[in-house]
């Protein structure tokens, strides 16, 4: 069965403080995306990552890719409160053009 | 601007009644997809379609139908053997690996 697994699936943190969120996949596609949802919104893309030790950054957010270990992390540094939001990773299924979703991890900054 | 756009924002639904969610893209994509997302939860495929005039069931299809009579139109229809279609309902497009999937600001449908 295709499963992308994230993991915290809930996170509550400190303004200030780094950390990982997880992303596991078992489809044999290198292609790797990550989406940001706030609350009652629809999805925006943050992330695509395409090969093998991709690394992408935008702001406080940098995400990366390694396929041999079939693992994406996305790193948060210095989180700030507008960063809370739910994060979603999502792999393709080879060539369906289909995406197969991690559950989500829903993100809160605290002041 | 390209891109996606659902409607209505809100709907109501009485039961025993279908309704009929609009999507429409002018991104020129091929492949278009519905999904359904309960509170606190993520995203479920209802269906795709990746030509006109042809889609496939996803993992939740029971209870819904759609059609793909132009490419840039993919209508959801929620039946009245959706026992449960209160949700928030998002439309996505796929037009390229390096970009992903574009999604629609989603439907909120609520049966009353």
């Known amino acids: 069965e295709l499963k992308v697994e994230q993991n915290p699936l809930f996170l509550s943190m400190q303004e200030g403080k780094n950390y990982t969120i997880y992303c596991n996949y078992s489809?044999?596609?290198?292609?790797l995306y990550w989406y940001r949802q706030d609350p009652g919104k629809s999805l925006e893309s943050l992330f695509v990552?395409?090969?093998n030790g991709a690394v992408k950054q935008e702001g406080r957010l940098m995400a990366s890719l390694d396929t041999k270990a079939r693992l994406s992390t996305l790193h948060i540094t210095a989180a700030v409160h507008d960063l809370s939001a739910t994060y979603f990773c999502a792999s393709s299924r080879d060539s369906n053009y289909q995406l197969i979703w991690g559950a989500g991890t829903k993100l809160i900054i605290k002041p | 601007d390209g891109g996606i756009t659902q409607s209505p924002k809100y709907l109501f639904r009485k039961e025993g009644q279908n309704v009929t969610l609009s999507c429409e893209q002018n991104?020129?994509?091929?492949?278009m997809y519905w999904y359904r997302q309960d509170p606190g939860q993520g995203l479920r495929l209802i269906y795709y379609s990746q030509i006109v005039n042809d889609f496939q069931k996803g993992d939740i299809a029971e209870g819904y139908s759609v059609s793909r009579e132009k490419k840039e139109s993919f209508p959801l229809t929620v039946t009245s053997a959706q026992k449960n279609p209160t949700a928030f309902y998002l439309c996505?497009?796929?037009?390229?690996?390096?970009?992903?999937?574009?999604f629609g600001s989603g439907t909120r449908l609520t049966v009353v």
């Open positions: 991104l020129n994509h091929d492949a």
């Open positions: 996505a497009s796929w037009g390229q690996a390096n970009y992903g999937y574009t």
């Open positions: 489809t044999t596609s290198d292609r």
């Open positions: 990552l395409l090969s």
